[in-house]
């Protein structure tokens, strides 16, 4: 049972360029989300999908868009990645939004 | 307590010895809540998780304390181990929120 995977675990790159950070879980929950954690900032949400087919904006999603694909998959895109995005980001899900959430394993990205 | 900036609060216990991590959250109506612990490398973990009709829920050593008055919410350790050693964060869930907001955490590192 894997849980909450994504991918990659790491990635490096340069200003302006685009990407598209993959999550997906295998425990069929209906809610995802995506986080990103600075130094000392604690965990902030980007997006968030309540269920299959919806999707709705955190605390700090300028920069980001979101595509929840399928119950199991929820993709992060960087359209014109910028070094303020450097930072190490988390995919979660849970049964639903009053559930405790299940966390990948991390991504760490650094734009240079 | 809690602050917000570049470095983390940190607690230093020796091995052996209780831990008491303390965390002050931000709404009166939140109704749930969780602690995490996130290891160096990897995603935050469930620990324990209590319920706003309750002050207190035990695990296995571990104690979540729930003070609503104070809006305050502590996780006790008993007999911290070199494993424990981790950053430990609090979670409130806000009624009608579709996530969860989470504190900044606190590093607990355990001496030998």
């Known amino acids: 049972n894997a849980g909450v995977t994504q991918t990659p675990k790491f990635q490096v790159l340069k200003t302006g360029q685009s990407m598209t950070l993959q999550c997906a879980q295998d425990?069929?929950?209906?809610?995802m989300y995506w986080y990103r954690q600075d130094p000392g900032m604690g965990l902030r949400l980007i997006y968030y999908s309540a269920s299959e087919g919806t999707t709705d904006k955190g605390e700090v999603p300028n920069g980001y868009n979101v595509s929840r694909l399928n119950k199991r998959e929820f993709s992060l895109r960087l359209e014109s990645a910028a070094p303020s995005q450097t930072s190490v980001y988390f995919c979660a899900s849970s049964v639903d939004d009053n559930y405790g959430y299940t966390f990948g394993s991390g991504t760490r990205l650094t734009v240079v | 307590g809690e602050s917000v900036g570049l470095h983390l609060p940190t607690l230093s216990v020796q091995e052996g010895d209780n831990s008491i991590i303390n965390c002050a959250y931000s709404?009166?109506?939140?109704?749930?809540f969780i602690w995490y612990k996130q290891e160096s490398g990897k995603g935050p973990q469930f620990i324990i998780d209590i319920r706003s009709n309750m002050d207190k829920r035990q695990g296995q050593r571990v104690t979540v304390l729930l003070n609503k008055t104070v809006k305050h919410l502590s996780l006790q350790i008993a007999a911290t181990q070199p494993g424990d050693s981790a950053v430990y964060f609090c979670?409130?869930?806000?009624?009608?929120?579709?996530?969860?907001?989470f504190g900044p955490g606190t590093r607990l590192s355990v001496l030998p």
């Open positions: 425990m069929n929950h209906n809610s």
């Open positions: 709404n009166s109506a939140s109704d749930y």
């Open positions: 979670a409130e869930n806000i009624p009608y929120g579709q996530n969860f907001v």
